[in-house]
């Protein structure tokens, strides 16, 4: 067998250039076409939006409005009557407590009355914390924090 050392040479004519030039991406909207179809795209949706989808949006706010407005007072007669009967609760709650503790009247401390030059019909809600001194805890925080008032 012969064996013979055959060498790898460059091709007859040497190899190709390498390509290192820059192929930029072709353009196909410049910057004065693509404002001019952003301005022309912006325009007719803004038409399509408030000359079909808006006026619905308006109706259903005015329905929604008009709905509140007329229940609400009878929301606010309701809420009236829930803090009332609540009032009246807590009342009838210190009566219960202190029906033992011999001179105890309701809504007087000490047998005075707690508001002096006030009518005996004049009807003073409680305070925060007198409202839910029977209620948890963490109602209580709540109703503040909504209110703001510094516990």
């Known amino acids: 067998m012969d064996a013979t050392i055959k060498q ?18 072709k353009s196909y909207f410049r910057g004065g076409r693509l404002l001019a179809g952003f301005i022309l795209f912006n325009g007719c949706t803004t ?6 989808i808006y006026p619905g949006i308006l109706h259903h706010r005015t329905e ?5 407005l ?12 829930a803090y009332l009967k609540h009032c009246r609760a807590m009342r009838d709650e210190e009566e219960k407590l202190m ?3 011999p001179g105890w009247e309701v809504g007087k401390w000490n047998g005075q009355p707690i508001y002096k030059t006030l009518d005996k019909d004049t ?11 029977h209620a948890p805890y963490w109602d209580f925080l709540k109703k503040a ?7």
């Open 8 to 25: 790898e040479l460059p091709p007859p004519g040497g190899y190709e250039k390498i390509k290192y030039a820059r192929n930029p991406a």
């Open 123 to 133: 009807f003073v809600g409680p305070q925060l914390s007198e409202y839910y001194c």
């Open 64 to 68: 929604k409005t008009s709905a509140h």
């Open 99 to 101: 029906a033992n503790v």
């Open 145 to 151: 924090h909504e209110e703001q008032i510094q516990v």
């Open 47 to 52: 038409y399509y939006y408030f000359n079909h």
């Open 70 to 81: 007329a229940t609400l007072p009878m929301l606010m007669a309701e809420h009236d009557r």
